[in-house]
Structures are given as structure tokens and as C-alpha cells.
């Protein structure tokens, strides 16, 4: 039996087991449909996610969102959550202690959501899910089954905001979640 969302919450209420602890204002467990059939998972929460409590509400989330809108995608029929739960300093990637302290929270928000669809956002959410054998640039955009998910790669919504050339990939990749929803009659 998975555990539910709340137990994996009051699990990492007062996490210290790295030293994110130390800098951060608040955990960012993770928002959305506790029931989902898709899934989003990026790296770590930044600057606005600290400070709110919520991924994915600063400019990145902001850009993601606006996909989501300009699609007919809901984003409260989504889950949303990062690999690590506390804010890197200056938004730097999570280290490999980092990661491992985390991940356990991640597999279990996994089994407990049991989504049909995950949508990978960027390199850290790719290879710390699926395996470092997997690059962003060479797996995004297309489809990996694995364990009964499908998991789509796609551009971290900061790397938009870095390279506008990776807006319509990022938009293409959402589409394609769309119509793999849509075959297994998911709701977003």
C-alpha cells in the first residue's frame, strides 16, 4: 500500500537529512489533483517557490502555466512536483546528497498519485527518474514506457525563458500529452 500525500507531508515537515534545510523558507512538497493521471515532476523548487510554498509559481511556472492555458490544459487536473523539495542556493542544480535525500519523497509521491502519464520537465527530472543514460536533448519530445507510465521529456519551463527557440518544442511536447491523454481518455 502507497502511502497518501499527507503522510509523505508530515514525513519531510521538518526534513534535515541535507543542508538544504538550512537556507530554505519553506518545503515544496508538491500542488494539484491529488488524483491525477498526469503527472509533472521538475528539479527544485526556486526563489517565488520558497517564499510560497508551491512549485512552479515564478516566472518559469508563469511561462508554464500559459502553455497550459493556450492548450486547454487545466492545471489543477495536474500534479506537480520537483526532485528536490527545498530551494538550491541561487537556484543551482541539486547535488547528488541532495537528490538522494529527496528521491524516496518523489517514488513514493509517484506510487501514491499512480499517474498514467509523467511529464519529465528538464535534465535533473529525466535522469534522476529514468536513469543518467538519458539526455534531455536526445529523449525529449518522445515517449518512454516504463512500468506502465508513459513519460514524456521535455524542456525545464526556465531553459524557455533562457532560449525562446525551445518554446515550441516545450509547446509540441504538451501537445503530444494531450493527444496521449485524450487515447486514454485522461482528463487535463
Known sequence: MSESINEIKKQIENCNKCKLCKTRTNIVLGDGDINAKI?????????DE????????????????????????????????????????????????????????VENQIKSINPKIIVLLGKIALQNILGSEYKITSSRGKWIEKDGIFYMPTWHPAA????????????????????KADEMKINY
Open 39 to 47: 503527472m509533472l515532476i521538475g528539479e527544485g523548487p526556486g526563489a
Open 50 to 105: 520558497d517564499k510560497e510554498g508551491l512549485p512552479f509559481v515564478g516566472k518559469a511556472g508563469k511561462l508554464m502555466n500559459f502553455a497550459f492555458d493556450g492548450l486547454g490544459i487545466n492545471r489543477k487536473n495536474l500534479y506537480i512536483t520537483n526532485i528536490v523539495k527545498c530551494r538550491p542556493p541561487q537556484n543551482r542544480d541539486p547535488e547528488k546528497d541532495e537528490i538522494e535525500a529527496c528521491i524516496g519523497y
Open 160 to 179: 524557455l525563458l533562457r532560449d525562446e527557440n525551445k518554446k515550441i518544442q516545450f509547446w509540441q511536447d504538451l501537445e503530444l500529452v494531450k493527444d
